[in-house]
């Protein structure tokens, strides 16, 4: 592997000791903050059609495929079993408490990295998710409170790594972390407004409530941005921005492209592994038409994405971070 002037014995190094922790402290940190919009535009939708029953709150479990893990806790995914699980139970994978404890664990392990600012700010984040049982789930107006709070702890770090760190292999990892994460849950956000609402395909393209489609927006602070593009809300319009701009940063394209691009700085080549599973997934992307996805099916397109993400993600994993793997391969 060819990692430029910045020398293969030095780079090495720092992959084993340190690429991978950086990797998943972005990755924690972005995973709490999306959660945190994940559970708002549920509960925004809740709210707006006041309708709270197992159908509704079972699909944002089995988009992360946690039921049986859910089940296991839980006798059913009542309104206040899902936001205990994918908010306060640290057993949860990717509950906000969980991903944040995480991320306060690989913190640790990088003092010399960090700067005393950001690992302040990930020592208080980490604090702000309150001990709750599942019989004692604050109402929705706490729970926006506190993803909003989620929201601006994740800005606030982000900004600061910006501005403090060395634009160097470490930053590049830390970067390649962060819009990998944004990038999968933007699709399993966009996932759920189309999986309980929209469920079947034949459904896909009918006439959809504009109040579905402002509540995802907001989640992923879209709207404004939206408006200024569009005068009215259409499922087109949305999913072309959501998935294929090439200018709003929480777009799944905008994500993968800036991706590919911390992999070619990391490593100073375009042959190795994940840039060119990258660089195929972004033209995939832009091949294809937001009106095909629809009439295909939203929900299977996502679906084959999520697996291609996850393929690159590995990738990642064995060509930088696995120390078995010889700097030579």
């Given at each position: 592997?060819?990692?430029?002037?910045?020398?293969?014995?030095?780079?090495?190094?720092?992959?084993?000791?340190?690429?991978?922790?950086?990797?998943?402290?972005?990755?924690?940190?972005?995973?709490?903050?999306?959660?945190?919009?994940?559970?708002?535009?549920?509960?925004?939708?809740?709210?707006?059609?006041?309708?709270?029953?197992?159908?509704?709150?079972?699909?944002?479990?089995?988009?992360?495929?946690?039921?049986?893990?859910?089940?296991?806790?839980?006798?059913?995914?009542?309104?206040?079993?899902?936001?205990?699980?994918?908010?306060?139970?640290?057993?949860?994978?990717?509950?906000?408490?969980?991903?944040?404890?995480?991320?306060?664990?690989?913190?640790?392990?990088?003092?010399?990295?960090?700067?005393?600012?950001?690992?302040?700010?990930?020592?208080?984040?980490?604090?702000?998710?309150?001990?709750?049982?599942?019989?004692?789930?604050?109402?929705?107006?706490?729970?926006?409170?506190?993803?909003?709070?989620?929201?601006?702890?994740?800005?606030?770090?982000?900004?600061?790594?910006?501005?403090?760190?060395?634009?160097?292999?470490?930053?590049?990892?830390?970067?390649?972390?962060?819009?990998?994460?944004?990038?999968?849950?933007?699709?399993?956000?966009?996932?759920?407004?189309?999986?309980?609402?929209?469920?079947?395909?034949?459904?896909?393209?009918?006439?959809?409530?504009?109040?579905?489609?402002?509540?995802?927006?907001?989640?992923?602070?879209?709207?404004?941005?939206?408006?200024?593009?569009?005068?009215?809300?259409?499922?087109?319009?949305?999913?072309?921005?959501?998935?294929?701009?090439?200018?709003?940063?929480?777009?799944?394209?905008?994500?993968?492209?800036?991706a590919k691009r911390c992999v070619l700085e990391i490593t100073s080549t375009t042959t190795?592994?994940?840039?060119?599973?990258?660089?195929?997934?972004?033209?995939?992307?832009?091949?294809?038409?937001?009106?095909?996805?629809?009439?295909?099916?939203?929900?299977?397109?996502?679906?084959?994405?999520?697996?291609?993400?996850?393929?690159?993600?590995l990738s990642i994993y064995r060509s930088f971070c696995d120390v078995r793997t010889s700097p030579s391969t």
């Amino acid at each position: 592997m060819d990692y430029g002037s910045t020398g293969q014995i030095g780079v090495f190094f720092m992959l084993g000791r340190v690429a991978d922790n950086l990797y998943w402290l972005s990755r924690y940190i972005e995973r709490a903050s999306n959660t945190a919009r994940f559970v708002e535009a549920s509960c925004y939708l809740n709210l707006d059609f006041q309708i709270d029953h197992r159908e509704q709150w079972t699909p944002l479990i089995e988009i992360n495929e946690d039921m049986d893990a859910f089940l296991a806790y839980y006798d059913e995914p009542s309104r206040d079993h899902v936001l205990h699980w994918l908010i306060y139970n640290e057993e949860s994978p990717n509950s906000i408490k969980s991903c944040l404890h995480r991320a306060r664990m690989i913190a640790s392990t990088l003092r010399e990295v960090l700067s005393i600012e950001v690992f302040q700010q990930i020592s208080n984040v980490s604090q702000l998710i309150p001990e709750v049982t599942p019989h004692t789930v604050p109402p929705h107006h706490v729970i926006f409170s506190l993803c909003e709070q989620i929201k601006k702890a994740d800005m606030l770090i982000t900004g600061i790594m910006s501005k403090n760190m060395e634009r160097g292999i470490g930053y590049n990892f830390w970067r390649l972390g962060e819009y990998l994460e944004r990038a999968d849950k933007t699709s399993r956000l966009l996932n759920v407004n189309y999986f309980y609402l929209l469920p079947d395909v034949v459904d896909v393209g009918t006439s959809v409530e504009d109040v579905q489609w402002s509540a995802l927006l907001q989640s992923i602070d879209a709207r404004e941005t939206y408006y200024r593009r569009y005068s009215i809300i259409g499922a087109e319009h949305v999913i072309e921005m959501i998935i294929h701009d090439h200018r709003f940063p929480r777009s799944i394209f905008f994500c993968l492209s800036s991706a590919k691009r911390c992999v070619l700085e990391i490593t100073s080549t375009t042959t190795s592994k994940p840039y060119v599973e990258l660089d195929q997934l972004c033209a995939e992307l832009e091949e294809v038409k937001s009106a095909h996805i629809i009439e295909s099916g939203l929900h299977e397109f996502i679906d084959k994405l999520q697996i291609k993400m996850n393929t690159i993600n590995l990738s990642i994993y064995r060509s930088f971070c696995d120390v078995r793997t010889s700097p030579s391969t």
